[in-house]
């Protein structure tokens, strides 16, 4: 998975585009290690604003419970880069924005900041929808910073995608 290119990335957003015009629905996105890449391959598409409603970029721990309504509690006991961080980013973006789908984004892209219980490249993404609860997975990616986040890009995609679908 480590050469993924650009033309994949757009060939996803395309279909995410499909998807989301056919049913009339608005996707928002929340990212933190990622810093707005998922919303920038999104509205690198022409006419996306017809199913991308907003992007949010919440890359400290301040903006995730500003932005975002994280509970600091959340933050304090679990860390930024966890399954319960991840979930109440994506169900935040939801109550803070008008989109039916939301995906969220948290990791470590390194190169340092990780530990032996997460080390550089973990990264959860989580997707939730309107009335359907949330979905989430850790995935641990590999290589260098630019690498660790492209990954994480297209896997939040290939996310939205199947959510989309189901």
């Known amino acids: 998975m480590q050469n993924i290119s650009d033309a994949s990335l757009h060939q996803l957003v395309e279909e995410?585009?499909?998807?989301?015009?056919?049913?009339?629905?608005?996707?928002?996105?929340?990212?933190?290690?990622?810093?707005?890449?998922?919303?920038?391959?999104c509205t690198h598409l022409a006419g996306s604003s017809a199913w991308f409603e907003r992007g949010f970029v919440t890359y400290s721990n301040e903006a995730k419970i500003d932005e975002l309504g994280v509970a600091p509690a959340t933050l304090d006991k679990n860390g930024a880069v966890s399954l319960s961080v991840v979930e109440e980013m994506a169900l935040g973006a939801l109550a803070h924005s008008n989109a039916d789908i939301s995906v969220a984004i948290t990791g470590i892209a390194g190169p340092e900041g990780g530990t032996t219980e997460k080390p550089v490249g973990t990264v959860w993404i989580g997707w939730a929808m309107q009335n359907a609860g949330v979905h989430s997975i850790c995935f641990q990616f590999a290589g260098d910073r630019n690498t660790i986040r492209k990954q994480a890009v297209f896997e939040a995609l290939t996310g939205i995608v199947k959510n989309a679908r189901d």
Do not use: D
């Open 16 to 41: 995410i585009a499909q998807l989301l015009v056919k049913q009339q629905k608005q996707l928002v996105t929340a990212e933190s290690c990622t810093g707005g890449w998922v919303a920038k391959c």
